[in-house]
Nanobody, 123 residues
Framework: VQLQASGGGLVQAGGSLRLSCAASGRTFSSYVMGWFRQAPGKEREFVAAIRWSSGYTYYAGSVKGRFTISRDNAKNTVYLQMNSLKPEDTAIYYC?????????????????WGQGTQVTVSS
């Protein structure tokens, strides 16, 4: 399985970005795709997740209402639309995938990771 994350950049507070994660290597119908982020000096934290088959979504409280995770099954791509960005959203964002929904918010449970994309929000 290969994951390729893209779409990061520099944006002012209140702005928007859309991250993409293109997946390849197998079929993902039983998988969960997650987005995590890691700021300097902090642990990697859960942002959002989506079930490939049903499209059911999960969000961290800090991003709920501002971020939207979605997927395009035909393209094997997951998106993270980030609106109303805040300086505290600044981090490297990673996409990851695992089988099954259990522990979807825990980084160690994920089997495959993308390379990360930097998001910087200026005040």
């Amino acid at each position: 399985v290969q994951l390729q994350a893209s779409g990061g950049g520099l944006v002012q507070a209140g702005g928007s970005l859309r991250l993409s994660c293109a997946a390849s290597g197998r079929t993902f119908s039983s998988y969960v795709m997650g987005w995590f982020r890691q700021a300097p000096g902090k642990e990697r934290e859960f942002v959002a997740a989506i079930r490939w088959s049903s499209g059911y979504t999960y969000y961290a409280g800090s991003v709920k209402g501002r971020f939207t995770i979605s997927r395009d099954n035909a393209k094997n791509t997951v998106y993270l639309q980030m609106n109303s960005l805040k300086p505290e959203d600044t981090a490297i964002y990673y996409c990851a995938t695992k089988v099954g929904i259990g522990g979807y918010y825990l980084p160690p449970g994920y089997d495959y990771w993308g390379q990360g994309t930097q998001v910087t929000v200026s005040s």
